[in-house]
């Protein structure tokens, strides 16, 4: 359902409004209408005095004469009130002798009436009678008046409630029309000025999500710009060792010049293979399972045996607990091979690379311990960035491993930390994660 | 004509010394800036390629500290980074030329040639001492009617002759310009290649001086 701000307060206002009016309006009727016919009360009382004291005051004939000879009884067309005074005039067959002085309403000639009966100190009645019918309507139209100026007003304040919702909900819709202008690669923030107070938290919160917007999209331009940028290398390699390869002026030259040609093919292979790695990690979301990291060590420990061997690099594992956690199974490898792969590059024959299974009651921790040249503290935070290679060290990694398993650790939920090897020289990458799943001590 | 290659990725520095060596340079590698500039400073190379993104120390800084030091030798800048500002900055620090990483093998020879061509203060690419003339982009040397093909070593030591006519080169100074610093260099090596080029060219193409070295005629 669509919820619009705006519509709402119209409807709400407006209602409220309407309800107030018409409760205002069918009070005011029902007092009028009362009062009108309180009133009309009054003047049957008074003419019923004035008829009855005329007759006293002047005489019969000057009475009579005031009045048409046909009309002896007194009846007015409009009000339709009639006068009747007894014993002068014929009485109606409807005015029964025991009627009490007072007011009446009853049945007279065919229709209901409203009658007034006033006796005279000298044995004579007087009798003023309206019809009802001509009385209510008398009544409701003078009622109806009073809703006049209720019934215009209604209008005229519906129009004002929705000119002046609109206006006052104009800055959001700026806000919104602003917001909407946004080039999406670099949003500008949103101005506070003239935003009503209640909504400058939530501008506010727009714009510190949009400058996170921000940082990621030039985190991402970087990356894209140093991606192409390091691609050049491998790609200058192979160009060259092509070209060397034609130059060959011998088949014993020939199959010389095969064998860097071959490595740089592979070193293109696994760039394009990290930088796949790492937009996979960034785009995917892997299910978690328990995984027995125990399990996984030994298995990536015999994976990268022959590679130490190679190297002169004694390779084992601390399983100090048998760590089982609850994690992504591809993103956790990525993690643990490629702090391994770090540690086999950087520490020299005759070194030392141990996986270390190890938990508090917090944590899940997996380190990656080696004896190597360990990293300067002032160089640690930038090696975990993408395409970063220690100043120094030869420069055919592409600079992406760590950078990789630090974005499979966060994926998982967990941090990647390096740390110094606290029994000398050496590194220790450590991934740690809060513990969900049981971890017995081995 | 030797070459100081600096290039910290060694198997881009590995394929370029191929390349270079192919192409009848001297080349010599090294992977960062401060140990360039302490090549440098011995004034055994004829031309420098030089990386921008190196450890140590900045392409740009040895650049920069080649040129403050009235260093004149002529360097190509090779880098990855490709932006006009790169360049212009690369250039203004005092690079003759400027080369964008992936680069034809075939370009950067011909970069080469330019630079080298333009430190002699000619503009004709055939180096020529009045009689004797040398293409370099062809190895095509020519005597009075004689046009031949030469070796590459062969082309390297006429080359290095006929850069500076008239100047007498010794048998050590010959082999600094001629082999890099991992190249063996038989004794007689120099002997045999000026035996090459008189047997082609004829006699009279190099002069010897006896005690001295050899020349090319001056230009006249």
Redo the contacts between chains.
Sequence with gaps: MKRSLQQRLSLLLGGAVLFAGLVAAAASFILAYGEATEFQDDILRQIAVLAAHSSRTLPVGAYVAMQPPARLKLKDTETRISVIRLPGDPRPDWLTANLAVGFHTLEAGGEPARVFVLTDPPGGTTVVAQPTETRDEIALNSALHTLLPLVLLLPVMAWLIVRIVRRELAPVSRLAAHLDAQPAERPHPLSVRGVPEEIVPFVQAINRLLERVSDLVEQQRRFITDAAHEIRSPLTALSVQAQNLQQAASPEAMHERFAPLQAGIERARKLTEQLLRLARIQAGTEPTVDVDVSALARELIGEYLPLAEAKGIDVGLDERVALTIDAAPDNLRLVITNGLENALKYVPAGGEVTIRLDATDLYAIIDIVDNGPGIPEAERARVLDPFYRTPGTRGEGSGLGLTIAREAAGRLGGNLDLLDRPEGSGLVVRYRQRRAATASSA | MRLLLVE?????G???S??LK?AAYAVDWVE?GATAVNTLAHGEHQAVLLDLGL??RDGLAVLRQLRETGNQIPVIVIT??DGVDDRILGLDAGADDYL???????ELLARLRAVVRRQTGTADPVLTNGTLSLNPATREAFHGDIAVVLSAREFALLHTLLLHPGRIFSRAELETHLYGWNEEVASNAVDFLIHGIRRKLGAAAIRNVRGAGWLVDRTL
Excluded: C, L, Q
């Excluded at chain 2, 964008?100 to 075939?106: G, H, W």
């Design positions: 910290d990725d060694p198997m881009i590995e394929a370029v191929v390349a192919d960062d450890p140590k990855a980074r964008v990483k992936p680069f034809d093998v075939n």
